[in-house]
């Protein structure tokens, strides 16, 4: 027996559909600019939760389950894992749909970390506190 997986019950942080522009050689939708839709999405989380800026320092443990294809809809659902001092952990995983079809399957997944900066973009406390 298959077991059915559904994509979280939240909503997506960033929804987008995968255009031709963003092919690789073989046709499929390239992973560097999945990986881009990826740190949108945990940048996003970053941002809200520490009220301000905060850049990517490290990705860990991208996986690539499936290929994306142009015309896709392509939704990913990033997540607090972990909170330090002045970095963040988000998990994000990601989802895709034929657009003529109503089921989507997950394609990738890994985590972003994050480092909440100052205005000298300088790390500061993810809570704002000195």
Same mark, same amino acid.
Do not use: C
């Given at each position: 027996?298959?077991?059915?997986?559904?994509?979280p019950?939240?909503?997506?942080?960033? %929804? +987008?559909?995968?255009?031709?522009?963003? !092919?690789?050689?073989a046709?499929? $939708?390239?992973?560097?600019?999945?990986?881009?839709?990826?740190?949108?999405?945990?940048? !996003? $989380?970053?941002?809200?939760y520490?009220?301000? %800026? #905060?850049?990517? +320092?490290?990705?860990?443990g991208i996986?690539?389950?499936?290929?994306?294809?142009?015309?896709?809809?392509?939704?990913?659902?990033a997540?607090?894992?972990?909170?330090? %001092? !002045?970095?963040?952990? $988000?998990?994000? =995983?990601?989802?895709? %749909?034929?657009r003529?079809?109503?089921?989507?399957?997950? +394609? !990738?997944?890994? +985590?972003?970390?994050?480092?909440?900066?100052d205005?000298? #973009? =300088?790390? =500061?406390?993810?809570?704002?506190? #000195?």
């Amino acid at each position: 027996m298959t077991e059915v997986v559904q994509p979280p019950e939240t909503q997506p942080t960033i %929804r +987008v559909i995968a255009m031709p522009t963003d !092919t690789n050689p073989a046709g499929d $939708i390239f992973g560097g600019w999945l990986m881009s839709q990826m740190d949108l999405a945990a940048g !996003t $989380i970053a941002a809200r939760y520490s009220k301000g %800026r #905060a850049s990517t +320092v490290f990705v860990d443990g991208i996986q690539f389950h499936k290929p994306v294809s142009v015309g896709d809809e392509v939704s990913l659902y990033a997540e607090m894992e972990k909170v330090g %001092r !002045t970095s963040m952990k $988000i998990k994000v =995983r990601v989802w895709s %749909r034929a657009r003529h079809q109503e089921d989507s399957k997950p +394609v !990738t997944e890994g +985590v972003f970390t994050f480092v909440a900066l100052d205005e000298n #973009a =300088r790390p =500061r406390p993810v809570n704002g506190e #000195a």
